[in-house]
T-cell receptor
């Protein structure tokens, strides 16, 4: 089983739609969780950190479910500019070396 | 502005040649990393370093070498021993305590001709 798994997609949604991605992780001792966004042929950029209590930033909501070992990202009112690959990142407890998922591709169309 | 710079942005190399990719950061981060990304694939860790003059192999270190003589700099050499060097190379840095997200440079796209 891969340490961090994501559905590669693509998720193809119309503007204004709500879309959700999940990411599962295998190491129950994982402590740090992040969502990154990567545009085509660009570097990944931090989108959100994921806290135990969940967090929200505008149209984006991230949640952590430790019991089921997954994190989620919800995007409301999708924009064309949200089209990108979303990377799930998990860092085990006691380590600073993260593990990246392979990413989920989102395409928002008019 | 604080950040990470990588150079060059595009690099072409002939088979059998070694090439060095530059990575510099002014974020005062202790840890630095090199990743490789192939089309449609995730990031794979090549090398990482927590402190000056110390570094560790990642998952795919064969055919690569690094040095960490300064906190700000972590150059990667792609040697002729690397079988499939054509890829997108990303450098990143982070703190090593707390909630340590990584910050990435813009990447170097290496093509072997």
């Amino acid at each position: 089983r891969k340490e961090v798994e994501q559905d590669p997609g693509p998720f193809n949604v119309p503007e204004g739609a709500t879309v959700a991605f999940n990411c599962t992780y295998s190491n129950s001792a994982s402590q740090s969780f992040f969502w990154y966004r990567q545009d085509c042929r660009k570097e990944p950029k931090l989108l959100m950190s994921v806290y135990s209590s969940g967090n929200e930033d505008g149209r984006f909501t991230a949640q952590l479910n430790r019991a089921s070992q997954y994190i989620s990202l919800l995007i409301r009112d999708s924009k064309l500019s949200d089209s990108a690959t979303y990377l799930c990142v998990v860092t085990p407890g006691g380590s600073y070396i993260p593990t990246f998922g392979r990413g989920t591709s989102l395409i928002v169309h008019p | 502005d604080g950040g990470i710079t990588q150079s060059p942005k595009y690099l072409f190399r002939k088979e059998g040649q070694n090439v060095t990719l530059s990575c510099e950061q002014n974020l005062n981060h202790d840890a630095m990393y090199w990743y490789r990304q192939d089309p449609g694939q995730g990031l794979r860790l090549i090398y990482y370093s927590q402190i000056v003059n110390d570094f560790q192999k990642g998952d795919i270190a064969e055919g690569y070498s690094v040095s960490r003589e300064k906190k700000e700099s972590f150059p990667l050499t792609v040697t002729s021993a690397q079988k499939n060097p054509t890829a997108f190379y990303l450098c990143a840095s982070s703190i090593v305590r707390g909630f340590h997200e990584q910050f990435f440079g813009p990447g170097t796209r290496l093509t072997v001709l």
